[in-house]
């Protein structure tokens, strides 16, 4: 009798455990108020960026080229 009450326990903790795991294993889905929000960022992120790379200027390039300075001041 016992052992049958402690077969019952253990298949009904199973079925518990095994419901558990489905019913929670559901990733959280962003509402769409989230998402507009994650977009703006995401927008202002990336004009951010395009604004930085548009006035950097490599090192070594701020004066244009320096080919053709040395010596080429000719006297006529």
Same mark, same amino acid.
Do not use: D
């Given at each position: 009798? $016992? &052992? $049958? +009450?402690? $077969?019952g326990?253990?298949i009904?903790l199973?079925?518990?455990?095994? +419901?558990?795991?489905?019913w929670?294993a559901?990733? *959280?889905t962003?509402?769409k108020?989230?998402k507009?929000?994650i977009?703006r960022q995401?927008?202002a992120? @990336?004009?951010?960026?395009?604004? $930085? @790379? ?5 090192? &070594?390039? +701020?004066h &244009?080229?320096r080919? &053709?300075?040395?010596? @080429?001041?000719k *006297? @006529?």
């Amino acid at each position: 009798m $016992i &052992g $049958i +009450l402690f $077969i019952g326990l253990l298949i009904a903790l199973a079925a518990y455990f095994m +419901l558990v795991k489905t019913w929670g294993a559901e990733p *959280k889905t962003a509402r769409k108020q989230e998402k507009s929000e994650i977009i703006r960022q995401l927008l202002a992120l @990336s004009e951010r960026e395009n604004s $930085i @790379s548009a006035n950097w200027t490599p090192p &070594g390039n +701020l004066h &244009g080229s320096r080919r &053709g300075f040395v010596g @080429s001041s000719k *006297k @006529s």
